[in-house]
């Protein structure tokens, strides 16, 4: 599997844009990149997944570069109910299931 | 409302005790996943059932026990539990290389 690395935390305004960057430089060719936002004492909940180049939601963007190795999570202007623990995770699905490992996430703190 | 429903959501339990956790998905998915979050600790990935067969067992000690009677559901029977094993017990479901959904977690506490 490959590992990710991640900033253990970020601070942030209300209103700005934040980017969290990963790095996965052992990432496979099958492999997918996923990230979750947790609150505390819930579950972690799916904020968007990619493969390569640029995916969009209402949530969020995700930035995969040609070579894979990193990607970025862009939060366009967050509000306090960001404030939570990010996770990046990249994982292989063709097996039918996905070994999902969590490392210690970054924690995001959105200050008024 | 991420389609993944446990229960119960809290459950206090003495050592000598036995009990279940159980975990419902009402998305399709054809895999399912028990995980355990520890204090400000990073989420542990127990058990694996992938078409309802067991393909990861992550060490788990044997005094936790999953089972996956269909598709849809997941159980993780508990006996004779150690105090250390007090924390938020997680289930997830996914599909293919479709992200995962977790349910809201049942926090354990073993007196």
């Known amino acids: 599997l490959a590992k990710t690395t991640q900033p253990i935390s970020m601070d942030s305004y209300e209103g700005q844009e934040v980017n969290i960057t990963c790095s996965h430089n052992n990432i496979a060719t099958n492999d997918y990149i996923t990230w979750y936002q947790q609150f505390p004492s819930q579950g972690p909940r799916f904020i968007i997944q990619g493969y390569k180049t640029k995916v969009t939601n209402e949530v969020a963007s995700l930035f995969i570069p040609a070579d894979r190795k990193s990607s970025t999570l862009s939060l366009p202007r967050v509000s306090l109910s960001d404030t939570a623990v990010y996770y990046c995770?990249?994982?292989?699905?063709?097996?039918?299931?996905?070994?999902?490992?969590f490392g210690t996430g970054t924690r995001l703190l959105v200050s008024p | 409302e991420t389609g993944v429903t446990q229960t119960p959501r809290h459950l206090v339990m003495g050592m000598t005790n036995k009990k279940s956790l159980k975990c419902e998905q009402h998305?399709?998915?054809?895999?399912m996943y028990w995980y355990k979050q520890s204090a400000k600790k990073p989420l542990e990935l127990m058990f694996v059932?992938?078409?309802?067969?067991?393909?990861e067992n992550n060490s788990v000690p044997s005094r936790f026990s999953p089972e996956c009677p269909n598709s849809s559901h997941l159980f993780l029977h508990l006996h004779t539990l150690q105090p250390e094993d007090s924390a938020l017990y997680l289930c997830a479901s996914s599909q293919d290389v479709g992200g995962a959904f977790f349910g809201q977690g049942t926090r354990l506490t073993v007196v």
């Open positions: 998305l399709g998915h054809n895999a």
């Open positions: 059932y992938s078409l309802e067969e067991r393909v």
């Open positions: 995770l990249v994982g292989d699905g063709d097996t039918g299931f996905q070994k999902l490992v």
